[in-house]
Nanobody, 122 residues
Framework: QVQLVESGGGLVQAGGSLRLSCAASGRTFRNYVMGWFRQAPGKEREFVSRITWSGIIIVYADSVKDRFTISRDNGKNAMYLQMNSLKPESTAVYYC???????????????WGRGTQVTVTS
């Protein structure tokens, strides 16, 4: 089992920045591909970004490319998402997830945190 806890969400104006963190415990963190997903009200959960255990492979959704940066620190069992130039459409609950396949599909990730709310006002 892997336990995941997100933090760092909040209320920010459009154009602002937030840094989300995901703290992991349980099985060896470095074995997992880690991902960020988000779910806006009334919408399906969508892929945001993922990073392999080595950090060599990083993928972003087109909607966040060049604005968001994913990173991980295996020594601290932590993953981060730096979000810059936030837009109102970025408003969602952001979830961290852990899986063993390099995939952007939510069902490839068996472990999930409870999410952290990000609200961007115009």
């Amino acid at each position: 089992q892997v336990q995941l806890v997100e933090s760092g969400g909040g209320l920010v104006q459009a154009g602002g920045s937030l840094r989300l963190s995901c703290a992991a415990s349980g099985r060896t963190f470095r074995n997992y591909v880690m991902g960020w997903f988000r779910q806006a009200p009334g919408k399906e959960r969508e892929f945001v970004s993922r990073i392999t255990w080595s950090g060599i492979i990083i993928v972003y959704a087109d909607s966040v490319k060049d604005r968001f940066t994913i990173s991980r620190d295996n020594g601290k069992n932590a993953m981060y998402l730096q979000m810059n130039s936030l837009k109102p459409e970025s408003t969602a609950v952001y979830y961290c997830a852990a899986g063993t396949g390099n995939s952007g599909a939510a069902d490839a990730y068996p472990y999930w945190g409870r999410g952290t709310q990000v609200t961007v006002t115009s």
